[in-house]
Each structure stands twice: as C-alpha cells, then as structure tokens.
C-alpha cells in the first residue's frame, strides 16, 4: 500500500501532537543550551543546532517509514527483531563507553545507541507471535515465549549496565494483559514492588508481620468458602521469603548510586550536593517558574547551569522553570491525548498484529512519560530515562519516530472506521 494512497487516512491529530511535542522539546532544548557563544539557531557547533539537524533527519525517517508497504512490518518482523539483537550483542565488542555504560556506535562524530531501536523491533516481534493464530496468551508455553522475546534485549542491556532502559521493558506487560494474560501477572508485580519498597522503609519483621495480619484476614473472611489453607500458606511464606531477601538483593545487586538514589528518594538519606543534586535542582526549577513561568529563557536555574545535563533527562525542569503550571500542564495533556489517542485507535484495528503493536507504543511511552516526570520532581528515584520527543539526542528522538510512525502506517491500513 503506497503513501500516497493511505495519507488521508494516518492520523492526523497523532501526527499534529507528535510535531507539536517535537517543536516544544526544541525550544526547551534551545534554552537549557543556550550560551554566549551561540550563533543562530542552526548552529551545529551548539547542542540546540545538533538537536535542529536530528528533527530534520527524522522527517526523512517519517517519510521512508510510512512509504514502506504495512506487510512488510509484519512479514519480516522476526528478522528485523534478530538484527536488532545483533546491534545489541555487538556493543560488547565495537562498543563505545561512557561513564561506565557500553552502549553507543561511534560514527566520526556521532553516536548511535541501538537500544533506543529496539524497543520498536522487539514492539514488532512481540506483535507478530501474539497475533499468530496458534499462539493462546492464557496458556503458560506461549506466555514462556512472548517472555523471552522481552527478556533477551532486556538482558543484553542489563549487562550494558543500562537500568533505566531495562526498566522500560516493563511496559509490554500491558499489551500481552490486553491480549489475555492473567492479572495475577500484573497484581504480583504491584505487590512486590510494594513489598521491597515497604521492606526498605521498615524492619523486615514489620513487613512480615503485616503480611501474616493481611493474609490471615483474607482467610478468616473468606473461611465459609472453604478455601485450600496450604495455598494461603505458600503464599505467606513466598511472601516472607522475598522480604527477608530485599536487604540482600539492595547491597549486592543495586550499585552504590542506585541505592543512594532510593534511599534520598524514601527519606532515608539528605544529600543536597552529592548524589541529589540534580533532583534537588530540578525541583528548585520547577518551584520558581510558579504559575505562569519565568519566561523562555528567562529561568534563573536554568541560565545558571544549576541543573546538570538539563537538556537531556532533567528537560521538563525547564519547562516547569520557564513557562510554569500552566505550560507543564500542557505538555503533561499533550503527552496523555498522545497515549489515549494510541490506545484508542489500537482497539480499532481490524487485526490483533497492529492492536498489540499500538498497545506497546502506547505503554512504552507511557513509561518513559511517567518515570521521567516523576523522577524530574523527585517522586522517584534517577533512573535515566528520557522524555520521548523532549530531551536532546538524536537515538532518542529517532526511536521514538520510528516506533511512532510504524503504528501511524499500520493505523492508517488497518484502522476500522465506525
């Protein structure tokens, strides 16, 4: 199917938000960078004039996507997918290093990161298993398989180290829920999260005590049923085991930093200057720009480098700095119709292969949004995600385009007008 046969059918308010998103991260981008030595908007010499010429690139990259044939996504999607792992596997080898972390191509002068790639390829794979017409998310064997397929570049980035990047892999929980995995997955998830963070706050006997109090409630209400007591049992000592084993996997496994991070973020540590500088600059930022903000390139935090690498993950700080409650608000609703919008047009695909695809945008975006926000203001800890369209890099941006756009195309084919 050729572009020019579909163009009146892509979605236009998507693309309308992508483009506006895009413009809003630029001019951000232009005043957390801005220096004396700046001349024009174009210069390349400048991170602003870098991040112009990475937008203009995408463009070509938004035109050569949406021209490729939808069947080809679907077709050649495990290829596409192997290829990615591959980039992935070569970073060991060919891979630049920095601050610790293998995980960029030198080209000359610029980088590329792959892994910012592959959340798009592994998006494709994930959609192509889940929509084979012998593949039963509610059977164990195949939810082995759409795990694995996550699992394999989440690894290979483990070991970069990236976290905050593993971290966003999460996100395809959310596809595979809607195509019938149990929502046991998704509630055992929640409940370890709260158990480790619950365990990090108070005595692990607290937390087993609290566990052995709400168990035996839910039992001592639910006893007329007769329900099996060796399975509550199982449960409470899964429950305890984990719990008693949070300490061990927070000093062996998290690095110095990480720890540092959770425990500024839980209270547990004050560190204004060393490891919570940047939140705690960032927070700074946002609380001058008030309601209406400072104006563009007028904030104080901002102009005096107080927050740094401002222009990559700590960008909304400008944001809320310079155009305040109001101008974060509609970057926050920009990026909510963005996700909604996805998801809407997801559930009226005519196929499963673009409803899963669409559902992993919408989640992996979601991700990156609200972990990023959050981290910004200090409601969690520095992770290192970026913030999809908004912080500097070309990697990024071109990721995000490309997972963007394959939907936009799919959307466009296989849309279900009503």
């Known amino acids: 199917m050729s572009i020019g046969r579909t163009h009146l059918r892509f979605d236009w308010l998507t693309i309308f938000i992508y483009i506006a998103l895009v413009f809003i991260g630029w001019v951000n981008i232009y005043s957390a960078s ?95 298993y889940v929509s084979d017409i012998q593949t039963n998310m509610k059977e164990f064997k195949h939810q082995l398989v759409a795990f694995l397929i996550i699992a394999i570049p989440t690894f290979l980035i483990l070991m970069q180290p990236d976290p905050g990047s593993v971290l966003v892999y999460a996100a395809f929980i959310f596809p595979l829920y809607r195509e019938g995995l149990h ?6 998830g929640l409940f370890v999260s709260i158990l480790f963070v619950a365990t990090l706050l108070f005595h692990a006997f607290w937390v087993t005590l609290g566990i052995l109090v709400i168990i035996g409630l839910i039992y001592f209400i639910r006893r007329k ?113 963005l996700i909604a919008r996805i998801i809407f047009r997801a559930e009226k695909q005519k196929n499963q292969f673009g409803r899963v695809y669409g559902y992993s945008v919408a989640a992996i975006l979601f991700i990156h949004f609200f972990v990023n926000i959050g981290m910004v203001t200090g409601i969690f800890p520095t992770v290192g995600i970026p913030l999809p369209f908004f912080s500097y890099g070309g990697s990024g941006l071109w990721g995000f385009t490309i997972l963007l756009f394959i939907f936009v195309k799919l959307d466009a084919a296989n849309y279900h007008y009503t």
């Open 183 to 188: 929502g046991l997955y998704l509630l055992t």
């Open 225 to 337: 049923s007769k329900p099996n007591i060796f399975k509550y049992v199982f449960i409470a000592l899964s429950c305890i085991a984990f719990t008693f084993s949070v300490d061990y996997i927070f000093e062996n496994v998290f690095k110095q930093h990480h720890r540092d991070r959770f425990n500024i973020v839980l209270g547990k540590e004050v560190d204004s200057r060393g490891i919570g500088y940047n939140t705690n600059q960032s927070e700074i930022a946002i609380s001058n720009g008030g309601l209406w903000g400072k104006g563009w390139t007028q904030g104080t935090q901002t102009k005096g480098n107080f927050v740094p690498e401002q222009h990559t993950d700590y960008i909304f700080s400008t944001v809320g700095e310079e155009w305040g409650f109001v101008g974060s608000m509609v970057v926050i609703l920009l990026f909510v119709g």
């Open 34 to 128: 801005l220096n004396d030595n700046a001349n024009g908007y174009f210069d390349l010499t400048q991170i602003y004039g870098k991040q112009m010429m990475w937008i203009g690139l995408s463009l070509i990259l938004v035109i050569f996507v949406l021209a490729i044939d939808t069947k080809f996504y679907e077709r050649f999607s495990s290829v596409i997918y192997i290829i990615s792992i591959l980039s992935l596997i070569g970073l060991f080898i060919f891979g630049r290093t920095i601050a610790g972390t293998t995980a960029w191509y030198d080209f000359g002068s610029f980088s590329i990161q792959p892994s910012e790639f592959v959340k798009a390829t592994t998006a494709l794979a994930l959609a192509k």
